[in-house]
């Protein structure tokens, strides 16, 4: 089936620093979703790239999915400690609503 | 709207009790499913169900059973739990075949002993 590989696993870093975790596939994916689980909580829809090379922006975040829609990343700029939490990509298939997760990012952030 | 609603929060089996995951969403939603959370693993399908009388299987479905009898129910049922079952379990919906956008529950926290 459908594999999606999420690096790095961790990613620790200083408030105001930048963060970036990559989402790759050895397939093409119909679209990619990106979703935020803070500690003890349930994932988080933040958005959804359905076009090649599509850049979407929500404030600090930007996601991108890749020219040959098999990659795609999340970034944020100057991290702050409302961030942290685990960050999961979700790759659509060809069948409707079975997506497959990412291993997900853990980001800490240290004030 | 309440949501997803999941029931119970915390469980804690014997091996091989069985036990019913309740999962009801008030969004009209087509599409449900489970996942399971294990760490380090992300978020593994186990089941879903694409509209009322319709369920197949996911990633992970051996041990589980599911019934999509109404559009707001997808109950999970572990039919003799085992150790390797404890996880985290979250019930997803959407409603929207354009844009899948997952909405979860709050997560059944399941230990086996």
């Known amino acids: 089936g459908q594999q999606v590989m999420q690096i790095p696993q961790y990613q620790h870093v200083q408030e105001g620093e930048d963060f970036t975790t990559y989402c790759n596939s050895s397939?093409?994916?119909?679209?990619i979703q990106w979703y935020k689980q803070r500690p003890g909580g349930h994932p988080v829809f933040l958005i959804q790239l359905v076009k090649s090379g599509e850049v979407k922006k929500q404030k600090r975040l930007t996601f991108q999915f890749g020219e040959a829609k098999k990659n795609s990343s999340l970034h944020i700029t100057a991290t702050q400690t409302t961030d942290v939490g685990t960050y999961f990509c979700a790759a659509g298939g060809t069948s409707y609503g079975k997506l497959t997760f990412g291993q997900g990012t853990i980001l800490t952030v240290h004030p | 709207n309440a949501g997803v609603t999941q029931t119970p929060k915390f469980q804690v089996l014997k091996t091989g009790q069985s036990m019913t995951l309740q999962c009801a969403q008030d969004?009209?939603?087509?599409?449900m499913s489970w996942y399971r959370q294990d760490p380090g693993m992300g978020l593994r399908l186990i089941h879903y169900?694409?509209?009322?009388?319709?369920?197949d299987q996911g990633e992970v479905p051996n041990g589980y059973n599911v019934s999509r009898s109404t559009t707001e129910d997808f109950p999970l049922r572990l039919l003799s739990a085992a150790p390797s079952q404890t996880s985290v379990y979250f019930c997803?919906?959407?409603?929207?075949?354009?844009?899948?956008?997952?909405?979860f529950g709050s997560g059944t926290q399941l230990s086996v002993l």
């Open positions: 169900s694409v509209g009322a009388g319709i369920t």
């Open positions: 997803a919906s959407s409603g929207d075949r354009r844009n899948e956008k997952l909405f």
């Open positions: 969004m009209n939603h087509e599409y």
């Open positions: 397939t093409t994916l119909s679209n």
